[in-house]
Structures are given as C-alpha cells and as structure tokens.
T-cell receptor, first 116, second 113 residues
C-alpha cells in the first residue's frame, strides 16, 4: 500500500513560537494532500486541502494566516502553526492522494503538538 | 452537506464473538464510502472503499457491505488485536475534484481475550 510519513511525530513548543510539520508521500506522487486535526476521542476534522503548486483551500473557521500550508512538490506538504497557543495543542494528521494510489486517501502517522 | 453517523460509539466483545458496526450516511452523489482503522496515537489505516449499493469487500475477519443509506462492517470471530477505533467516511459530489472526505466519529471496538 501507499506510504505516507510525517515529521516530527511529536513536538513541544512554547506559546508564541511557530512549528512546522512535514508530510511526505514515500512511494507515490501526491497531487492532493489534506491536513486534519483530531481532538481526544473525536473524529478527524479537515483543516485544508492542498494541490501541488496551488494555494491551499481552507475549511470554514480555519485561520489561513495561522495555519500556513505549502505543497511545493508532488511528495511534500508542510503545515506551519504560527504564533502557537495552548489551544492549538492537538493531534495533526496529513493524508495524501494521487492517481497511482487510486485516489484513495492514505494517512500519515500523525504529529502530536503540545504548546506550553 | 454530507453527514456520517456511526453506531454504536463503543462496543465490547469477547474473543470469537462476531458483531457488526453501522455507518449511516447522507451524501449528495456518493463517490465512495471508506472504512479506516485507527489505533491510539496513530493515523487511520485504510481498509476498504465501496462505491455502489450491493457491493461487498472482505479482508481477513472483516467484511464491509453497502446499501443506499448505510454500510456495515462485519467482524467475524474477532481477536484482541482487532481492538481499535473504526472510522467510516464518505466522498460525495460536494467534495469537488479534491476528493474531500467527511468522517463519522468512529466506533471504539474492544475485544477481550
């Protein structure tokens, strides 16, 4: 199956700093990548969708200036949480989709962000 | 707006006790219904995609079925390692060309030895 990686797997940062999370598709070209956040015992909430080389499309209620998404290549997308605050603490998961992966969404292992 | 409701929220089974998880959905033009398994602290693992009513797919002890209003994930003779949260998601016409998914809240399955 298609493999998606995320880095880092967990990160702790101080309030007011920025954190970058990487999402990579390892064995297929991802024309579309998705970023989700998940609170404890809750389902996945889509934050934004990004297509390679284009600006990301954000879901309603998601601050685009706070959650910066870049999809510069067919194998890499990044999510930067700017000026992080404790309420941004969450589990962030990316997924990738592409033709050779049958356009299914394959998920990364997730990144646990804790803002102190 | 696409909607997905999963039931029950939690299910405890004894090893070998077969059961089913339910996923009810409303969607504008179904373009796929997906089942994922999620272990604690990890990303969802893809299990099945179903596209049309009457379709069935199997993988080991799991079998997914689809009607026009709901999908079932049947678990036959479960083992403790089947314990996980099972997520259902749909993709409809409102997702456009980006293949956006709408997820349910999941069913937490616990299989006791």
């Amino acid at each position: 199956g298609a493999v998606v990686s995320q880095h880092p797997s967990w990160v702790i940062c101080k309030s007011g700093t920025s954190v970058k999370i990487e999402c990579r598709s390892l064995d297929f070209q991802a024309t579309t990548m998705f970023w989700y956040r998940q609170f404890p015992k809750q389902s996945l909430m889509l934050m934004a969708t990004s297509n390679e080389g284009s600006k990301a499309t954000y879901e309603q209620g998601v601050e685009k200036d706070k959650f910066l998404i870049n999809h510069a290549s067919l194998t890499l997308s990044t999510l930067t949480v700017t000026s992080a605050h404790p309420e941004d603490s969450s589990f962030y998961i990316c997924s990738a989709s592409g033709e050779l992966a049958g356009y299914e969404q394959y998920f990364g292992p997730g990144t646990r962000l804790t803002v102190t | 707006e696409d909607q997905v409701t999963q039931s029950p929220e939690a299910l405890r089974l004894q090893e070998g006790e077969s059961s089913s998880l339910n996923c009810s959905y409303t969607v504008s033009g179904l373009r796929g219904l997906f089942w994922y398994r999620q272990d604690p602290g990890k990303g969802p693992e893809f299990l099945f995609t179903l596209y049309s009513a009457g379709e069935e797919k199997e993988k080991e002890r799991l079998k997914a079925t689809l009607t026009k209003k709901e999908s079932f994930l049947h678990i036959t003779a479960p083992k403790p390692e089947d314990s996980a949260t099972y997520l259902c998601a749909v993709r409809g016409n409102s997702g456009g060309s980006n293949y956006k998914l709408t997820f349910g809240k999941g069913t937490l399955l616990t299989v006791n030895p």
